[in-house]
């Protein structure tokens, strides 16, 4: 498996998802990985200005899908991808999205894109009474909650959004800390 341990080696990784999608249409997102995540990124830049690790975890919650995941498999094996260069909480963020994505749809009107509609399905479908209230008291629940309505936003083809150059800077001061 892929981890990530440095700024510039992530960087060129990351960039190379250009024209990368997690899935042929119409099983897949209408943009590529690269796109989706600078979106996703952007939107929760807008949302939680103070929180980057949020903002981060916008940026890579999808790399699974590049380094060998499917679903639900993707969410894990993004995180553990992650883990070692951007630490435990946007690893934990990334691995968590698909189980937010399976609250949402259990607990209320969750509007999902078609290829988020076709993907539920394989990742669990929505979940259980016993599931909602088990991720429901997670640590990171909500942070989880809007990284995944973040990340059903960025998916709007041709949205002018900063560059992955724009995110360099924010990534090595993060992992700085």
Excluded: N
Aim: one cysteine or more; charged letters at 25%.
């Amino acid at each position: 498996m892929i981890a990530f341990t440095d700024v510039d080696a992530f960087a060129k990784s990351f960039a190379a998802l250009d024209g990368v999608f997690d899935a042929p249409p119409p099983l897949g997102d209408p943009v590529d990985l690269l796109a989706h995540g600078l979106q996703c990124a952007d939107i929760l830049r807008g949302r939680y200005p103070g929180d980057l690790g949020l903002q981060l975890a916008g940026l890579v919650h999808d790399i699974g899908h590049a380094v060998g995941g499917d679903d639900p498999d993707h969410a894990r094996t993004g995180a553990e991808a992650v883990r070692p260069l951007f630490g435990d909480r946007v690893a934990d963020l990334v691995g968590l999205h698909v189980a937010a994505k399976r609250y949402l749809a259990a607990t209320e009107d969750y509007e999902l894109s078609e290829a988020s509609r076709l993907s539920l399905a394989r990742q669990g479908d929505v979940m259980t009474p016993d599931e909602v209230t088990a991720f429901a008291a997670g640590p990171e629940a909500a942070a989880a909650i809007a990284l995944r309505r973040a990340d059903e936003d960025a998916k709007v083809v041709g949205r002018a959004v900063p560059g992955l150059a724009t995110w360099i800077p924010r990534i090595h001061d993060y992992v700085r800390r």
